[in-house]
């Protein structure tokens, strides 16, 4: 990820992750205590991670000592403060953004998805399973569309049923059908990937998990693209104003 993130990025990412430290933290001493946090020295002293570079007044000059930070590592302390990362994930500020008024647990569960790509991969993808389910359940809730669910189907069962609801597969080109095929698809991987590749159910020693960033950015991101689509679509095809949707056990569909 360190060659990814080009030195033009990375200046602007400076002033967006410092502001949000001063915001966060406020006083010298916490911003300090929590550069400390990423600082790694070696036992001897000979090689340290970044620099934590102080003024004269042994304040913390905390513009020079993110800048000393590789881009590999500022990229983690942004995520770790919730700032957005547009140039390296593209589709995810578009996306928290378009559920936070009206898809809250979808919103909180994908927040900490994000949150998490670069120190629990793992989990990062189990969440935005959970959160991709929550959107649709949310969707089918809908006194409009005509399908009843349990509440226990996964994703790639609601994706059907979504897609079915939109007549998705009957109304459009062949080749908007092949797409479609292709999302229900995609939706079954990553339920697979979150059953069977993630520590969402308990996994053993023996158990390969994911644990690579890689992949989580590319799961999150396959996510992104797809929630964008279902939500634009619904929102298209039933208007906002007459949404009915019941949201009062909204914060029961997540499966932990």
């Given amino acids: 990820m360190k060659d990814l993130v080009s030195p033009k990025y990375q200046m602007k990412l400076v002033k967006e992750v410092e502001k949000a430290i001063w915001e966060e933290f406020e006083t010298y001493k916490n911003v300090k205590n929590y550069i400390n946090k990423w600082h ?25 000592t993110i800048n000393s930070m590789s881009g590999e590592l500022m990229l983690k302390v ?24 009206e898809f809250k647990t979808a919103y909180d569960t994908f927040s900490k998805s994000n949150k998490l790509i670069e120190t629990d991969p793992s989990t990062a993808i189990g969440l935005a399973n959970s959160a991709l389910e929550s959107i649709i359940k949310e969707i089918l809730k809908d006194s409009r569309l005509n399908s009843q669910i349990k509440g226990n189907e996964t994703l790639y069962k609601l ?32 339920e697979k990937l979150r059953s069977e590749k993630t520590n969402f159910h308990g996994k053993t020693d023996d158990d390969f998990l994911i644990n690579d960033t890689i992949y989580a950015y590319f799961i999150v991101n396959t996510v992104t693209t797809i929630g964008l689509f279902i939500k634009k679509f619904y929102l298209t095809k039933y208007p906002k104003e007459n949404i009915k949707i019941d949201t009062s056990n909204s914060e029961n569909d997540l499966p932990f």
């Fill in 40 to 64: 790694e020295v070696d036992d001897r002293g000979y090689w340290e991670n970044f620099q934590i570079i102080e003024k004269d007044n042994n304040k913390i000059d905390l513009n020079s």
């Fill in 78 to 101: 942004a995520i770790d403060l919730g700032v957005e990362t547009p140039d390296f994930i593209p589709s995810i500020p578009t996306f928290k953004n378009s559920l936070k008024s």
């Fill in 159 to 190: 994706s059907q049923i979504i897609l079915k609801e939109f007549n998705f597969k009957t109304e459009s080109p062949k080749e908007i059908k092949t797409i479609g095929n292709s999302l229900i698809s995609a939706s079954q991987a990553i």
